[in-house]
């Protein structure tokens, strides 16, 4: 799995720096928002501009200039980018709009964000040189179209007299955003659609004009069919923009980029304090970490009711823990369990041959406190899930008889930068401290053959204790994962 991170105020503040830190840590790709409306023209205008939109060069150069910093910084340091392209400006609202200021998200004008998209994807093309500047901006290759359709807050209405209307809304900026890349020289790029958030309103006249809708109705509405499957016709069709008639080969050719995408992406958050495997009850069209099985069974039915063979990939590009402290919501826990929690979750992941991808929602905490997934508190400190992150460890059984071998699973998620740096083959201590006292040993060296630091391997104890894993950074400290206790019996 491809590690993913999301630093938005560490990175837009000081790219060089905090890619340097991400590097650090083992990271392979920094997601990036690069929202419409901090670089359109007059962004809160209700009144379009009148410039030239598929031009990057019309757009005021200091919206910009955070972004190309970004990307100059990621080609220096060898760091992918995932960039993720959403947020209008108010002057692209529909017409209709209750309060355009309030809600640009509302009914968002497929045609002006082809346009956006072509400026952006001119300006990360690999060619394209700023005025004034010396070498032209690297190319960008991997794009995220939108942020959580399925949320009210990022595009409206979600439904209106129970009808689902945002599916329709974000299957035209698909079309937009996918031809748009296409015909600027981005055809073989990596272009993920969704960025489902994982659950949403089911009670009542839920899920509204600004709610969330659940991921997994909102994908069958995606897709123009019913809840079994079966393509919508008539009215039930028109009420939710799609077609009344027409063959599964029409549908397939006027939507591409749902049969043509290179993955689905998911923001599959477990139930805060409770443990990553458990479901939400009486909930079958959520698309958290617990009910991944029935998401990729949706889009597979989907798929197979065009006659198409494609499975997506489901790429995770929004994952973490909310920790108390700071919060004190319901949807948190003590930091301590959160680096359990994160090294379990991630081993689930791990187990999906589907997941392309993990993903860490923050490096530091928001000085309110506010969803407060990050690997720091809001002054620096880390918390108990930075090294839990840095270096995961997962053993699924704790209680064993003696003899019993052991399945210790884990990842040194920077080992593979170091292998890429140095050319030396890397390799992972497991170490264990019999609870009888004295210090830690080495009973295992694993080799890290996987991509990105993951190992699983089996390892048998002769008394209870605590295991660890131990690696060292190239002419750098030795760390350490958090520490897993074992009970031999």
Same mark, same amino acid.
């Given at each position: ?41 007059d962004p ?6 009148h410039?030239?939109a ?10 910009? *200039? ?5 990307v100059?910084?990621? *080609? ?17 609202a /529909? ?11 509302w009914? @968002? ?17 690999? &060619? ?7 070498? @032209? ?22 439904a ?6 945002s599916p *329709?809304?974000?299957?035209?900026? %698909? ?5 748009a %890349? ?7 790029? &990596?272009? %993920?659609?969704?960025?489902? *958030? ?13 709610d ?20 919508l ?6 009420e ?26 998911d923001? @599959?958050?477990?139930? /805060?304090?409770?443990? @990553? ?5 009486e ?22 009711t ?18 108390n ?10 930091p ?25 929602y ?11 997934t ?25 209680? %064993? ?38 210090g ?8 890290l ?37 074992? &009970?031999?019996?």
């Amino acid at each position: 799995m491809e590690p993913i991170f999301e630093a938005g105020k560490q990175v837009n503040a000081d790219p060089n720096a905090a890619i340097v830190t991400l590097r650090r840590l083992g990271v392979a790709r920094v997601k990036v928002f690069l929202p419409w409306n901090a670089v359109a023209p007059d962004p809160t205008s209700s009144k379009p501009p009148h410039f030239d939109a598929i031009d990057p060069a019309a757009y005021p150069a200091a919206g910009w *200039a955070r972004y190309d910093a970004i990307v100059r910084a990621a *080609a220096r340091y060898r760091m992918g980018l995932d960039l993720t392209l959403s947020n209008p400006p108010v002057w692209a609202a /529909g017409a209709d709009a209750p309060d355009a200021a309030a809600h640009p998200m509302w009914k @968002p004008s497929p045609k002006a964000f082809d346009e956006f998209v072509r400026a952006v994807a001119k300006r990360y093309s690999g &060619t394209y040189k700023p005025p004034g500047a010396p070498t @032209p901006l690297p190319r960008v290759n991997f794009w995220s179209i939108w942020n959580e359709p399925n949320y009210g807050a990022d595009l409206a209405p979600q439904a209106v007299n129970h009808i689902e209307v945002s599916p *329709a809304l974000y299957r035209d900026l %698909l079309d937009a955003a996918w031809s748009a %890349l296409q015909t600027t020289g981005h055809g073989h790029d &990596t272009v %993920l659609i969704g960025e489902l *958030a994982p659950r949403g309103q089911t009670t009542g006249n839920h899920p509204g004009l600004f709610d969330g809708m659940v991921p997994l109705r909102f994908l069958r509405a995606l897709y123009c069919v019913d809840a079994s499957f079966h393509v919508l016709r008539g009215t039930a069709a028109t009420e939710r923009g799609c077609p009344a008639t027409g063959t599964p080969a029409e549908f397939r050719a006027a939507h591409p980029a749902l049969f043509e995408a290179a993955g689905l992406a998911d923001h @599959p958050y477990a139930q /805060g304090g409770i443990p @990553p495997n458990s479901p939400a009850a009486e909930e079958p069209d959520y698309a958290d970490l617990p009910a991944l099985p029935k998401l990729e069974d949706t889009l597979d039915r989907v798929q197979q009711t065009y006659g198409s063979s494609t499975r997506f990939p489901i790429f995770s590009t929004e994952f973490g823990y909310q920790t108390n402290p700071p919060e004190t919501m319901l949807k948190t826990t003590d930091p301590a369990t959160a680096a359990i929690y994160l090294n379990w979750a991630e081993y689930l992941f791990w187990k999906d041959p589907r997941v392309a991808s993990y993903d860490q929602y923050l490096l530091t905490d928001p000085p309110s406190g506010n969803f407060a997934t990050g690997l720091e508190f809001a002054n620096g400190t880390p918390k108990a899930t930075y090294d839990a992150y840095r270096m995961p460890i997962y053993l699924p059984a704790t209680n %064993l008889h003696r003899g019993q071998q052991a399945e210790v699973w884990g990842c040194v998620r920077p080992a593979w930068i170091a292998r890429a740096d140095t050319g030396r083959d890397q390799h992972v201590k497991i170490e264990f401290r019999p609870a009888s006292g004295g210090g830690y040993m080495r009973v295992q060296t694993v080799p890290l053959t996987d991509r990105y630091g993951y190992f699983d391997t089996q390892q048998a104890f002769d008394s209870s204790g605590s295991v660890r894993l131990a690696w060292s950074y190239p002419h750098g400290p030795t760390i350490h994962s958090r520490v897993v206790s074992i &009970t031999v019996s």
